[in-house]
T-cell receptor, first 113, second 112 residues
Framework: AQSVTQPDIHITVSEGASLELRCNYS??????LFWYVQSPGQGLQLLLK??????LVQGIKGFEAEFKRSQSSFNLRKPSVHWSDAAEYFC???????????FGAGTQVVVTP | EAQVTQNPRYLITVTGKKLTVTCSQN?????MSWYRQDPGLGLRQIYY???????DKGDVPEGYKVSRKEKRNFPLILESPSPNQTSLYFC???????????FGSGTRLTVV
Protein backbone atom coordinates (compact mmCIF):
# COMPACT_ATOMS: atom_id res chain seq x y z
CA ALA A 1 0.00 0.00 0.00
CA GLN A 2 1.12 3.54 -0.69
CA SER A 3 2.23 5.46 2.38
CA VAL A 4 3.94 8.61 3.61
CA THR A 5 5.88 8.53 6.85
CA GLN A 6 7.21 11.38 8.94
CA PRO A 7 9.18 9.57 11.64
CA ASP A 8 9.48 12.53 14.00
CA ILE A 9 6.27 13.65 15.68
CA HIS A 10 7.95 16.49 17.56
CA ILE A 11 11.28 18.30 17.20
CA THR A 12 12.73 21.00 19.42
CA VAL A 13 15.44 23.22 17.98
CA SER A 14 17.26 26.31 19.20
CA GLU A 15 16.88 29.54 17.32
CA GLY A 16 19.75 29.87 14.88
CA ALA A 17 20.40 26.14 14.73
CA SER A 18 19.83 24.00 11.66
CA LEU A 19 16.71 21.96 11.12
CA GLU A 20 16.07 18.78 9.21
CA LEU A 21 12.68 17.10 8.94
CA ARG A 22 12.41 13.60 7.55
CA CYS A 23 9.91 12.22 5.08
CA ASN A 24 9.82 8.73 3.62
CA TYR A 25 7.35 7.39 1.11
CA SER A 26 6.33 4.11 -0.37
CA UNK A 27 5.12 4.40 -3.95
CA UNK A 28 5.62 2.37 -7.08
CA UNK A 29 7.21 5.11 -9.17
CA UNK A 30 8.72 8.52 -8.58
CA UNK A 31 5.88 10.52 -7.10
CA UNK A 32 5.21 14.23 -6.89
CA LEU A 33 6.54 15.48 -3.56
CA PHE A 34 5.56 18.49 -1.47
CA TRP A 35 6.25 20.12 1.87
CA TYR A 36 3.63 22.28 3.58
CA VAL A 37 3.72 24.35 6.75
CA GLN A 38 0.82 25.05 9.08
CA SER A 39 1.14 27.83 11.63
CA PRO A 40 -1.15 27.65 14.68
CA GLY A 41 -4.77 28.23 13.75
CA GLN A 42 -3.94 28.66 10.10
CA GLY A 43 -4.38 26.80 6.86
CA LEU A 44 -1.53 25.11 5.04
CA GLN A 45 1.05 26.94 2.97
CA LEU A 46 3.11 25.28 0.26
CA LEU A 47 6.86 25.52 0.99
CA LEU A 48 8.25 23.66 -2.02
CA LYS A 49 7.62 20.84 -4.47
CA UNK A 50 9.52 18.31 -6.55
CA UNK A 51 8.44 16.79 -9.84
CA UNK A 52 11.65 15.85 -11.62
CA UNK A 53 15.09 17.19 -12.48
CA UNK A 54 17.46 18.64 -9.91
CA UNK A 55 17.02 16.65 -6.72
CA LEU A 56 17.74 19.66 -4.49
CA VAL A 57 14.73 21.96 -4.44
CA GLN A 58 14.61 25.49 -3.08
CA GLY A 59 11.47 26.82 -1.50
CA ILE A 60 10.12 29.83 0.31
CA LYS A 61 11.22 31.08 3.75
CA GLY A 62 14.75 29.74 3.25
CA PHE A 63 13.77 26.07 3.14
CA GLU A 64 15.18 23.43 0.82
CA ALA A 65 14.51 19.73 0.33
CA GLU A 66 16.44 16.91 -1.23
CA PHE A 67 14.91 14.00 -3.10
CA LYS A 68 16.82 10.72 -2.70
CA ARG A 69 15.35 8.00 -4.86
CA SER A 70 17.51 5.24 -3.35
CA GLN A 71 16.21 6.03 0.11
CA SER A 72 12.64 6.97 -0.92
CA SER A 73 13.10 10.15 1.05
CA PHE A 74 12.37 13.84 0.66
CA ASN A 75 13.85 15.59 3.69
CA LEU A 76 13.30 19.25 4.44
CA ARG A 77 16.13 21.46 5.72
CA LYS A 78 16.79 24.96 6.88
CA PRO A 79 20.29 26.15 7.81
CA SER A 80 19.25 28.57 10.56
CA VAL A 81 15.79 28.59 12.09
CA HIS A 82 13.93 31.65 13.29
CA TRP A 83 11.33 31.74 16.07
CA SER A 84 8.69 32.26 13.37
CA ASP A 85 9.47 28.79 11.97
CA ALA A 86 7.67 27.20 14.91
CA ALA A 87 4.81 25.36 13.24
CA GLU A 88 3.66 21.97 12.06
CA TYR A 89 5.21 20.64 8.87
CA PHE A 90 3.63 18.15 6.53
CA CYS A 91 5.14 16.08 3.77
CA UNK A 92 2.73 15.17 0.96
CA UNK A 93 3.00 12.75 -1.93
CA UNK A 94 1.01 12.46 -5.14
CA UNK A 95 1.17 9.32 -7.24
CA UNK A 96 -0.31 10.90 -10.35
CA UNK A 97 -1.41 14.23 -11.78
CA UNK A 98 -5.12 13.77 -11.09
CA UNK A 99 -5.21 15.53 -7.75
CA UNK A 100 -4.96 12.66 -5.31
CA UNK A 101 -2.49 13.81 -2.65
CA UNK A 102 -1.57 11.91 0.50
CA PHE A 103 -0.16 13.62 3.60
CA GLY A 104 2.08 12.40 6.36
CA ALA A 105 1.05 12.75 10.00
CA GLY A 106 3.12 15.89 10.46
CA THR A 107 6.09 17.04 12.54
CA GLN A 108 5.61 19.70 15.19
CA VAL A 109 8.60 22.05 15.41
CA VAL A 110 9.25 24.03 18.56
CA VAL A 111 11.89 26.78 18.49
CA THR A 112 13.56 27.72 21.77
CA PRO A 113 15.42 30.98 22.43
CA GLU B 1 -6.83 38.48 -3.68
CA ALA B 2 -6.41 34.89 -4.85
CA GLN B 3 -7.94 32.62 -2.27
CA VAL B 4 -9.99 29.62 -1.29
CA THR B 5 -12.95 30.61 0.87
CA GLN B 6 -14.73 28.19 3.18
CA ASN B 7 -17.87 28.81 5.19
CA PRO B 8 -18.60 28.57 7.98
CA ARG B 9 -15.36 28.75 9.98
CA TYR B 10 -16.96 27.09 12.98
CA LEU B 11 -19.99 24.84 13.16
CA ILE B 12 -21.60 22.89 15.96
CA THR B 13 -24.40 20.56 14.97
CA VAL B 14 -26.32 17.55 16.25
CA THR B 15 -26.09 13.98 15.08
CA GLY B 16 -28.15 13.32 11.97
CA LYS B 17 -28.82 16.90 10.95
CA LYS B 18 -27.73 17.41 7.34
CA LEU B 19 -25.18 20.13 6.74
CA THR B 20 -23.20 21.67 3.91
CA VAL B 21 -19.81 23.33 4.10
CA THR B 22 -19.25 25.64 1.18
CA CYS B 23 -15.99 26.16 -0.68
CA SER B 24 -15.24 28.67 -3.40
CA GLN B 25 -12.04 29.62 -5.24
CA ASN B 26 -11.37 32.66 -7.39
CA UNK B 27 -8.28 31.41 -9.22
CA UNK B 28 -10.00 29.54 -12.05
CA UNK B 29 -8.43 26.32 -10.81
CA UNK B 30 -9.40 23.02 -12.40
CA UNK B 31 -8.76 20.83 -9.37
CA MET B 32 -10.40 21.01 -5.97
CA SER B 33 -10.30 18.78 -2.93
CA TRP B 34 -11.56 18.29 0.61
CA TYR B 35 -9.42 17.11 3.52
CA ARG B 36 -10.06 16.44 7.16
CA GLN B 37 -7.36 16.96 9.78
CA ASP B 38 -7.27 15.00 13.01
CA PRO B 39 -4.51 15.01 15.67
CA GLY B 40 -1.83 12.44 14.96
CA LEU B 41 -3.31 11.51 11.60
CA GLY B 42 -2.32 14.49 9.48
CA LEU B 43 -4.63 15.39 6.64
CA ARG B 44 -6.71 12.74 4.95
CA GLN B 45 -8.29 13.31 1.59
CA ILE B 46 -12.06 12.93 1.45
CA TYR B 47 -12.87 13.70 -2.19
CA TYR B 48 -11.24 15.48 -5.06
CA UNK B 49 -12.44 16.88 -8.35
CA UNK B 50 -10.59 17.23 -11.63
CA UNK B 51 -13.20 19.45 -13.30
CA UNK B 52 -16.88 20.25 -13.39
CA UNK B 53 -18.95 17.10 -12.86
CA UNK B 54 -15.80 14.99 -12.39
CA UNK B 55 -15.08 13.80 -8.85
CA ASP B 56 -13.35 10.86 -7.23
CA LYS B 57 -13.03 9.36 -3.79
CA GLY B 58 -10.05 10.04 -1.61
CA ASP B 59 -8.95 7.92 1.33
CA VAL B 60 -11.88 8.59 3.69
CA PRO B 61 -15.04 9.27 1.63
CA GLU B 62 -17.54 7.39 3.81
CA GLY B 63 -20.28 9.63 5.17
CA TYR B 64 -19.54 12.52 2.81
CA LYS B 65 -20.85 13.74 -0.52
CA VAL B 66 -19.56 16.37 -2.91
CA SER B 67 -20.72 18.04 -6.07
CA ARG B 68 -18.97 20.17 -8.69
CA LYS B 69 -21.61 21.91 -10.72
CA GLU B 70 -19.52 25.04 -11.24
CA LYS B 71 -15.78 25.36 -11.59
CA ARG B 72 -15.38 27.73 -8.65
CA ASN B 73 -17.51 25.87 -6.08
CA PHE B 74 -17.02 22.51 -4.39
CA PRO B 75 -19.39 22.03 -1.44
CA LEU B 76 -18.97 19.23 1.09
CA ILE B 77 -22.21 17.61 2.24
CA LEU B 78 -22.74 15.54 5.36
CA GLU B 79 -26.15 13.93 4.94
CA SER B 80 -26.28 12.43 8.45
CA PRO B 81 -23.37 13.67 10.54
CA SER B 82 -22.03 11.54 13.34
CA PRO B 83 -19.67 12.41 16.24
CA ASN B 84 -16.74 10.67 14.50
CA GLN B 85 -16.96 13.36 11.82
CA THR B 86 -15.95 15.98 14.35
CA SER B 87 -12.81 17.37 12.77
CA LEU B 88 -11.08 20.30 11.10
CA TYR B 89 -11.94 20.40 7.42
CA PHE B 90 -9.94 22.04 4.66
CA CYS B 91 -10.90 22.81 1.11
CA UNK B 92 -8.13 23.24 -1.45
CA UNK B 93 -7.69 24.02 -5.12
CA UNK B 94 -4.97 23.65 -7.75
CA UNK B 95 -4.43 24.72 -11.33
CA UNK B 96 -3.15 21.25 -12.20
CA UNK B 97 -3.37 18.00 -10.28
CA UNK B 98 0.34 17.87 -9.57
CA UNK B 99 1.02 21.56 -8.82
CA UNK B 100 0.21 21.39 -5.13
CA UNK B 101 -2.95 22.68 -3.52
CA UNK B 102 -3.82 26.13 -2.20
CA PHE B 103 -5.73 25.68 1.04
CA GLY B 104 -8.59 27.52 2.64
CA SER B 105 -8.55 28.60 6.28
CA GLY B 106 -10.48 25.59 7.52
CA THR B 107 -13.86 24.76 9.05
CA ARG B 108 -13.95 23.35 12.54
CA LEU B 109 -16.94 21.04 12.79
CA THR B 110 -18.26 19.59 16.03
CA VAL B 111 -21.01 16.96 15.93
CA VAL B 112 -22.70 16.30 19.28
Amino acid sequence: AQSVTQPDIHITVSEGASLELRCNYSYGATPYLFWYVQSPGQGLQLLLKYFSGDTLVQGIKGFEAEFKRSQSSFNLRKPSVHWSDAAEYFCAVGADSWGKLQFGAGTQVVVTP
Amino acid sequence: EAQVTQNPRYLITVTGKKLTVTCSQNMNHEYMSWYRQDPGLGLRQIYYSMNVEVTDKGDVPEGYKVSRKEKRNFPLILESPSPNQTSLYFCASSLQGNYGYTFGSGTRLTVV
